[in-house]
């Protein structure tokens, strides 16, 4: 993998190679799998084994369906159970991006899906900050509100004592900034407005501040 591809990476994904780099074969788990994100995972994680969580497909295809180990169809809001049929301590990696703020019941999946992580392993959550209920409304969710499936909002600190509390070591916390996304950000912007004849709030989310994540360690 170049320079270049290392810096376009989502941000989750940086901070994951810090630790094991790109070829690891690492077991990955995806809580939340949809659009594609088995197949964008395998791109730049091309030896890892992946997992997914999801409700159902959510803009999946056949060649995402082909790029997992094994898909796990749990609804995380009404049956917490269905998380037993994952192995404790068997994942390297546990990634839980974008999913909690549409869970009233959100810190009870951290505290159940934290034993499923081996010990040294990592686990990465993002989420919408606080500061996006602030920010305006765009297409594409810029406020926390625009996203009508959005149903709380969670904080760094309360996510943060969950996985302490069951022996986590938190690696580093707080508003997702990638330096490199921010510098792009208006190249960005004025492409998708010339493309699609309308802004795309994602592309100022890194400007703005609108995630935070926790990025924590299995001791």
């Known amino acids: ?12 994904f940086k901070r994951i190679t810090r ?21 964008r995972t395998k791109h ?24 997992m180990e094994k898909f796990y169809p749990v609804d995380l809001q009404s049956d917490l159970g269905g998380l037993d049929a994952l192995p404790d301590g068997g994942f390297d990696v546990i990634i839980f ?19 499923k992580l081996r010990q040294g392993g990592r686990f990465y959550i993002e989420f919408p900050c606080e500061r996006s209920l602030s920010l305006p409304s765009m297409y594409g969710t810029l406020n926390f509100c625009d996203d009508p499936t959005h149903v709380r909002v969670y904080t760094v600190s309360e996510i943060a004592n969950i996985l302490l509390s069951r022996g986590y070591r938190i690696a580093s916390a707080g508003t997702r900034r ?10 960005n912007f004025l492409f998708h407005l010339f493309r699609d004849r309308r ?21």
Request: aromatic share 14%.
């Open 44 to 67: 730049f994680f091309p030896n890892c084994r992946y997992f997914g969580v999801d409700r159902n497909t959510y803009n999946n295809d056949a060649s995402d369906f082909a790029a």
């Open 199 to 219: 802004p795309a709030a994602s592309t100022l989310w890194d400007a703005l501040g609108f995630a935070c994540y926790v990025y924590a360690e299995r001791r």
């Open 19 to 39: 630790d094991f780099g790109t070829d690891a074969a690492l077991q990955i788990l995806d809580i939340g799998c949809g659009n594609h994100s088995p197949t």
């Open 97 to 115: 991006s974008h999913v909690i703020e549409h869970l009233p019941n959100g810190l009870d999946v951290v505290e159940r899906v934290s034993s």
């Open 178 to 187: 990638d330096r490199f996304r921010v510098l792009l950000t208006p190249f």
């Open 1 to 12: 993998m170049n320079v270049l591809q290392r810096l376009l990476m989502p941000y989750k």
